[in-house]
């Protein structure tokens, strides 16, 4: 359902002006316009909810991967660095041997972050394998990569949840939809008045789409004091798009960074950007046959 909710929303409209149209000849008992009203009103709620928990998922997915790959890339470098320094060591290479920096999943980095860190803390834990790395900070860092996974798992939950209160609402609406259809087009024949207008003006059939859209195109993107960012965007891009969003990532002095968000053409202001990063802002163009992105788009954030 989700990916022609659209579609389901442009059938309830025009569903609801059929019936306003047809109110001196025939009324549905089961729904008023009244109701239409309320449910369209639901559905739009819905439908931001759902985008705006997907966004956020999205951000903290996005800051979440790049501490874990920072981390996982930590963790094998501590580790090439102890198999080296211990080589002749057989009591502490026998705690080193078997440990591996070659995970993909998320939970695989940070469990293999968590082994390199106890071996290290047998060992020799006031050694610095690396440039003012202590075994203190590297433990800092894999607890807050794991804080930022537990965060992106809620907002995952939270998206998921939106999703599916979306489906079941679009699912309910669009029933409503045939069964409104279905009575009517029994009330008003093929070529009454009434009846040609039924059947030429309500969608019925949901046809997906062929291609993805086109790219939503940045025409400036200009930064600002006290972390503003003023996006526009150029006219009539992004088209056959059924959910926009940008993306912003790079580095600042505090760290990785990365934001995704709905974009929201014309233009937008986005706040809260670090002062001094370096970023590159791109944009995302979705439909249900793929995701067009944008030109990356490099800026530097004024320093505070």
């Known amino acids: 359902?989700?990916?022609?909710?659209?579609?389901?929303?442009?059938?309830?409209?025009?569903?609801?002006?059929?019936?306003?149209?047809?109110?001196?000849?025939?009324?549905?008992?089961?729904?008023?316009?009244?109701?239409?009203?309320?449910?369209?009103?639901?559905?739009?709620?819905?439908?931001?909810?759902?985008?705006?928990?997907?966004?956020?998922m999205l951000a903290s997915r996005g800051e979440t991967d790049a501490?874990?790959?920072?981390?996982?890339?930590?963790?094998?470098?501590?580790l090439r660095m102890a198999k080296n320094r211990y080589r002749d060591d057989a009591a502490r290479m026998a705690v080193f041997y078997?440990?591996?920096?070659?995970?993909?999943?998320?939970?695989?980095k940070l469990?293999?972050?968590?082994?390199?860190?106890?071996?290290?803390?047998?060992?020799?834990?006031?050694?610095?394998?690396l440039p003012n790395l202590t075994l203190a900070a590297f433990k800092a860092s894999r607890l807050a990569a794991a804080a930022l996974l537990e965060a992106y798992a809620t907002k995952r939950t939270q998206w998921e949840s939106a999703d599916a209160e979306l489906d079941a609402h679009g699912r309910a609406l669009n029933g409503n939809c045939v069964a409104w259809y279905e009575a009517a087009t029994i009330v008003f024949d093929v070529g009454t008045p009434a009846g040609d207008m039924i059947r030429s003006s309500i969608p019925t059939t949901y046809t997906p789409p062929s291609q993805p859209p086109s790219a939503l195109q940045v025409a400036s993107a200009v930064p600002g004091p006290n972390g503003v960012l003023t996006i526009n965007y150029v006219a009539g891009t992004g088209a056959g798009a059924t959910q926009l969003r940008y993306e912003l990532t790079g580095s600042s002095p505090a760290g990785d960074f990365s934001q995704t968000n709905v974009a929201t053409p014309?233009?937008?202001?986005?706040?809260?950007?670090?002062?001094?990063?370096t970023l590159v802002l791109r944009t995302l163009a979705t439909n249900s046959a793929g995701t067009t992105i944008g030109p990356s788009v490099p800026?530097?954030?004024?320093a505070a």
């Open 98 to 108: 078997n440990l591996r920096a070659e995970a993909g999943s998320r939970a695989g």
């Open 111 to 129: 469990q293999e972050a968590l082994e390199w860190e106890s071996a290290w803390e047998k060992t020799s834990p006031a050694w610095s394998p």
């Open 266 to 277: 014309p233009n937008q202001v986005v706040s809260n950007l670090p002062p001094g990063a």
């Open 1 to 56: 359902m989700a990916k022609n909710i659209e579609f389901v929303q442009q059938r309830t409209i025009a569903t609801r002006a059929a019936q306003v149209d047809l109110a001196a000849e025939w009324v549905w008992e089961e729904k008023t316009v009244a109701n239409w009203d309320t449910d369209l009103t639901l559905l739009n709620t819905l439908m931001e909810a759902e985008q705006d928990a997907e966004a956020a």
């Open 299 to 302: 800026l530097v954030m004024p």
């Open 67 to 78: 501490a874990l790959d920072q981390l996982h890339s930590l963790t094998g470098r501590c």
